[in-house]
């Protein structure tokens, strides 16, 4: 049975206006569509009808503000084919609870799908939260499905997205999201749709809106410092934002914007999926808006992004017959792509983010390139032709190549490597975008200081596009409100950070952060749903302790921080040689047994105890775990189960891994990742399944130098666990360092001793 269903109904006199009024637009502003009737049939488990005989109206109270759908009477209840060639059923199969929900087939455009009429319930100035339960039918591929509301105002269509998320045939996903109407409207309606995959089929159920308690109005701090001002003699200062936090161009949102920050970036509006969906079929309303305001204002704007492997519709890339394109095709799709968007805004963008995220040293490729269709289909050209395609369409737009993770030193070395092949070759690129999402521990200012001086002998300019700051240390936390100590905490490392920044103030143009304010982030949503706090202005746009340590640090509270006490544990290696099959050998007697008994994730899970060996040229781990469900579910081999083993050969208890230091990942199916990647070579691994678990045996050849007997090398040993099988860590115990870092940092390692 449905719960929450409202019981208020709109009279029948409305209804049958309602009945009579409605009127579905199509996306595009000049083309208007007319519902059109499908024959009513039954079948088991599926209700079908014609909207204007079987459907019933959705429960409403228009003294609350209230509307509910559930499909329970077996009715499509006052939905409509936005598009008039879809299909929608009351059906089964599309039940989120009770026994009906709706069934979306028949979709031709990205636009396509059931549209309802909310018209009488929503007024100006008033805030609404809307939520509906979305799924996809089994063997659809996973898609990012929106809602989005249609607002008619003066006569004039307005397309305001809502929300939006990816979905799968596996579970069902909430959609939710509030939505303050600004404008009066003649009429709205919501929809949900789906630009990625035009024709997707889709279930919605337990659709709802609900008009939110009047809160407190939002005053922006117009008596502090504005940021831009700061940091004026520098770098530009700026922020992502979405086309709807300036629907009111003088409401809160635009207030604060307008006065801290003087570079602007659009979010998601300039992607190839917002803008060309369709093959020719272009969209620039969204981005429109994004660039006037910025023109409006004296606030310079900055493109992301043209070339990406994620957010580009399947059509680019494929035939009508599910073909990879050639090369040729491609590069003429990509040039028409670039010709349009960027000439559209030349002159208004003064840098663009040319080519996203095109290094991922895990797919092997040559160079580190990531394995995406489009270096499938033409090998590392596209980002040549890509830089070509818009230089010329905007001569003077500062050209950049953007990335994740950069302060990696595989990963940015293979960068760096690109990029002086690429200007070897003349290709006009300009600079480098460091995203710069980093976490509360992680990485070092350290590091990110090292991450810019490592580009600074290719003469080019370095921004960083996309700042911010997770206040958790794994994908387990979740905290419901933002503690005290990780306020201080956020606030004095983003001081230190900007303190690197400022030391490369030659380097750097611009520091861009991923939002402007913490309802406002991705990360209340990836890499989990939980709550976030990642950026310099709260929820109500009040400044943060993060926003004075930058501005006024004499502000802050007194840094009093709590001080851990890391004890380094010491075990010591004896000599030999043992073979790596997996069995414990002989050799592997009288050696020092030592027991992965501390957490870094979880409480409890499975544990390891393992020994050491070594020789001249090779350490010796083995490893046996105590498992009670192996797992091997996840695609992030650091989530499934698995030993990793951490070398310092020098012991020399850096923040940043240094060239003799390495992670070495084994997991249950023996697959090997290391860290960093050009160390592979020296692994080698087996490991056999037991009743309890699992053995680990390997071998790892000494980087560099190798040790000699009497010597102490900085050593750890970490088991991963998905304790449930659901492809989620949930555990993870280690010898020595729980601070998490190992990964990066050796400055927690334990000690062992060769003897």
Same mark, same amino acid.
């Given at each position: 049975m449905?719960?929450? %269903?409202?019981k208020?109904y709109?009279p029948?006199?409305?209804?049958?206006?309602?009945?009579?009024?409605?009127?579905i637009?199509?996306?595009?502003?000049k083309?208007?569509?007319?519902?059109?009737?499908?024959?009513?049939?039954?079948?088991? *488990?599926?209700?079908?009808?014609?909207?204007a005989e079987?459907?019933?109206?959705p429960?409403?109270?228009?003294?609350?503000g209230k509307?509910?759908?559930?499909f329970?009477?077996?009715t499509?209840?006052?939905w409509h084919?936005?598009?008039?060639?879809e299909?929608?059923?009351a059906?089964?199969?599309a039940?989120h609870?009770?026994?009906?929900?709706?069934?979306? @087939?028949?979709r031709k455009e *990205?636009?396509?799908?059931p549209?309802?009429?909310?018209?009488?319930i929503?007024?100006k100035g008033?805030t609404?939260?809307l939520?509906?339960?979305?799924k996809?039918?089994a063997?659809?591929?996973?898609?990012?499905v929106?809602?989005?509301?249609? %607002?008619t105002?003066?006569g004039?269509?307005t397309y305001?997205?809502?929300?939006?998320?990816?979905v799968?045939a596996?579970?069902w996903v909430?959609l @939710?999201?509030?939505y303050?109407?600004?404008?009066?409207?003649?009429k709205l309606?919501?929809?949900?749709e789906s630009?990625?995959?035009p024709?997707?089929?889709?279930?919605?159920?337990?659709?709802?809106?609900?008009r939110?308690q009047?809160?407190?109005?939002?005053?922006?701090?117009?008596?502090?410092?504005a940021?831009?001002?700061?940091?004026?003699?520098?770098?530009?200062l700026?922020?992502a934002?979405?086309?709807n936090e300036?629907?009111?161009?003088?409401?809160?949102?635009?207030?604060?914007?307008?006065? $801290?920050?003087?570079?602007?970036?659009?979010?998601?509006e300039?992607?190839?999926d917002?803008?060309?969906p %369709?093959?020719?079929?272009?969209?620039?309303?969204r981005?429109?808006?994004?660039?006037?305001?910025?023109?409006?204002?004296?606030?310079?704007f900055r493109g992301h992004t043209?070339?990406w492997?994620?957010?580009?519709?399947?059509?680019?890339f494929?035939?009508?017959?599910?073909?990879?394109?050639?090369?040729?095709?491609?590069?003429?799709?990509?040039k028409?792509?670039?010709?349009?968007?960027?000439? &559209?805004?030349?002159?208004?963008?003064?840098?663009?983010?040319?080519?996203?995220e095109?290094i991922?040293p895990?797919d092997?490729?040559?160079?580190?390139?990531?394995n995406?269709?489009?270096?499938q289909?033409?090998?590392?050209?596209?980002?040549?032709?890509a830089?070509?395609?818009?230089?010329?369409?905007d001569?003077?737009?500062k050209l950049?190549i953007n990335?994740?993770n950069?302060?990696?030193p595989?990963?940015?070395?293979?960068?760096h490597d690109?990029?002086?092949r690429?200007k070897a070759?003349?290709?006009?690129?300009? *600079?480098?975008?460091h995203?710069?999402?980093?976490?509360i521990?992680?990485?070092?200012a350290f590091? =990110?200081?090292q991450?810019?001086?490592?580009?600074?002998?290719?003469?080019?300019?370095?921004?960083? @596009?996309e700042?911010d700051?997770?206040?958790?240390t794994?994908d387990?936390?979740?905290?419901d409100?933002?503690?005290e100590?990780?306020? =201080?905490?956020?606030?004095y490392?983003?001081?230190?950070?900007?303190?690197?920044?400022?030391?490369?103030?030659?380097?750097l143009?611009?520091?861009i952060?991923?939002g402007?304010d913490?309802?406002?982030?991705? =990360?209340r949503?990836?890499?989990?749903?939980?709550?976030?706090?990642?950026?310099l202005?709260?929820?109500?746009?009040?400044a943060?302790?993060?926003y004075?340590?930058l501005v006024d640090?004499?502000?802050?509270p007194?840094?009093?921080l709590?001080?851990v006490a890391?004890?380094?544990?010491e075990?010591?290696?004896k000599?030999?040689?043992?073979?790596?099959d997996?069995?414990r050998?002989?050799?592997?007697?009288?050696?020092h047994e030592?027991?992965t008994? %501390?957490w870094?994730?979880?409480i409890?899970g499975?544990?390891a105890?393992? &020994?050491t060996?070594?020789?001249?040229? $090779?350490?010796?781990v083995?490893?046996v775990v105590?498992?009670?469900?192996l797992?091997?579910?996840s695609?992030n081999a650091w989530?499934?189960?698995s030993?990793e083993?951490?070398i310092d050969s020098n012991?020399?208890?850096?923040?940043?891994?240094?060239?003799?230091?390495?992670?070495?990942?084994?997991?249950?199916?023996?697959k090997q990742t290391?860290?960093?990647e050009?160390?592979? *070579?020296?692994?080698?691994?087996?490991?056999?399944?037991?009743?309890?678990?699992y053995?680990?045996?390997?071998?790892?050849?000494?980087?560099? @130098?190798?040790?000699?007997?009497?010597d102490?090398?900085g050593?750890?040993?970490?088991?991963?666990?998905?304790e449930?099988?659901?492809?989620?860590?949930?555990?993870?115990?280690?010898?020595?360092?729980?601070?998490g870092q190992?990964?990066?940092?050796?400055?927690?390692?334990?000690?062992?001793?060769?003897?």
């Amino acid at each position: 049975m449905k719960t929450n %269903r409202l019981k208020f109904y709109i009279p029948l006199g409305l209804i049958a206006i309602l009945a009579l009024t409605y009127v579905i637009f199509g996306i595009s502003p000049k083309k208007s569509h007319t519902e059109s009737e499908s024959a009513p049939t039954q079948s088991a *488990g599926v209700a079908t009808q014609t909207v204007a005989e079987a459907s019933t109206e959705p429960a409403v109270d228009l003294a609350t503000g209230k509307i509910a759908t559930g499909f329970e009477d077996g009715t499509v209840q006052g939905w409509h084919e936005r598009g008039g060639i879809e299909t929608l059923t009351a059906a089964e199969e599309a039940a989120h609870s009770g026994t009906y929900g709706l069934q979306v @087939t028949g979709r031709k455009e *990205g636009w396509n799908g059931p549209q309802l009429d909310v018209t009488p319930i929503m007024e100006k100035g008033k805030t609404y939260t809307l939520a509906a339960w979305i799924k996809l039918p089994a063997g659809m591929p996973d898609s990012s499905v929106a809602m989005t509301i249609q %607002r008619t105002t003066n006569g004039k269509d307005t397309y305001e997205f809502v929300t939006s998320d990816t979905v799968t045939a596996g579970e069902w996903v909430k959609l @939710t999201a509030k939505y303050e109407l600004l404008f009066e409207a003649e009429k709205l309606s919501v929809y949900f749709e789906s630009n990625a995959n035009p024709t997707l089929d889709f279930y919605v159920d337990d659709f709802q809106i609900a008009r939110n308690q009047e809160p407190e109005k939002i005053e922006v701090q117009q008596d502090i410092p504005a940021l831009k001002n700061i940091y004026n003699d520098d770098f530009k200062l700026g922020t992502a934002l979405l086309v709807n936090e300036i629907y009111d161009p003088n409401g809160p949102d635009a207030q604060l914007i307008k006065k $801290h920050f003087n570079s602007l970036t659009a979010g998601n509006e300039l992607k190839w999926d917002a803008t060309e969906p %369709r093959e020719g079929q272009f969209s620039f309303s969204r981005a429109d808006q994004i660039v006037d305001f910025a023109m409006n204002n004296g606030i310079a704007f900055r493109g992301h992004t043209l070339i990406w492997h994620s957010q580009t519709p399947n059509w680019v890339f494929h035939d009508d017959k599910g073909n990879l394109v050639s090369k040729e095709v491609l590069f003429q799709r990509m040039k028409k792509h670039i010709e349009a968007e960027v000439g &559209r805004y030349k002159g208004k963008v003064y840098a663009w983010d040319v080519v996203n995220e095109v290094i991922e040293p895990g797919d092997k490729q040559p160079g580190g390139l990531r394995n995406s269709p489009w270096y499938q289909i033409a090998g590392e050209e596209f980002i040549e032709k890509a830089f070509e395609y818009a230089h010329a369409a905007d001569p003077d737009a500062k050209l950049f190549i953007n990335d994740y993770n950069t302060d990696m030193p595989d990963k940015r070395q293979y960068l760096h490597d690109l990029i002086k092949r690429l200007k070897a070759k003349g290709v006009p690129i300009d *600079g480098i975008g460091h995203q710069t999402h980093i976490g509360i521990m992680s990485p070092s200012a350290f590091q =990110l200081d090292q991450m810019i001086l490592a580009f600074t002998d290719l003469g080019i300019d370095q921004q960083i @596009t996309e700042m911010d700051m997770s206040i958790y240390t794994n994908d387990s936390e979740a905290f419901d409100t933002f503690p005290e100590d990780l306020q =201080l905490r956020q606030a004095y490392r983003y001081k230190e950070i900007f303190d690197v920044f400022k030391k490369h103030k030659d380097q750097l143009s611009a520091v861009i952060f991923w939002g402007k304010d913490d309802l406002n982030t991705w =990360l209340r949503t990836f890499p989990v749903k939980r709550n976030n706090w990642p950026l310099l202005f709260d929820e109500r746009l009040q400044a943060k302790y993060a926003y004075w340590a930058l501005v006024d640090p004499s502000k802050m509270p007194k840094e009093n921080l709590p001080v851990v006490a890391a004890t380094k544990l010491e075990t010591a290696a004896k000599q030999g040689t043992p073979v790596i099959d997996g069995e414990r050998e002989t050799a592997w007697n009288g050696t020092h047994e030592l027991a992965t008994d %501390r957490w870094v994730t979880g409480i409890s899970g499975s544990t390891a105890h393992v &020994r050491t060996l070594w020789d001249e040229d $090779h350490l010796y781990v083995l490893a046996v775990v105590t498992d009670s469900k192996l797992s091997n579910k996840s695609a992030n081999a650091w989530e499934q189960d698995s030993v990793e083993i951490f070398i310092d050969s020098n012991n020399a208890k850096t923040t940043a891994y240094e060239s003799d230091d390495g992670q070495y990942r084994i997991s249950i199916d023996n697959k090997q990742t290391v860290n960093p990647e050009s160390m592979s *070579g020296n692994l080698v691994s087996a490991v056999k399944r037991t009743d309890t678990g699992y053995i680990v045996e390997a071998s790892i050849a000494w980087p560099g @130098t190798a040790p000699k007997a009497g010597d102490t090398i900085g050593f750890d040993v970490q088991v991963n666990n998905d304790e449930d099988g659901d492809g989620l860590r949930d555990s993870v115990a280690i010898w020595s360092d729980t601070s998490g870092q190992s990964y990066q940092s050796t400055a927690g390692l334990g000690e062992l001793k060769l003897k």
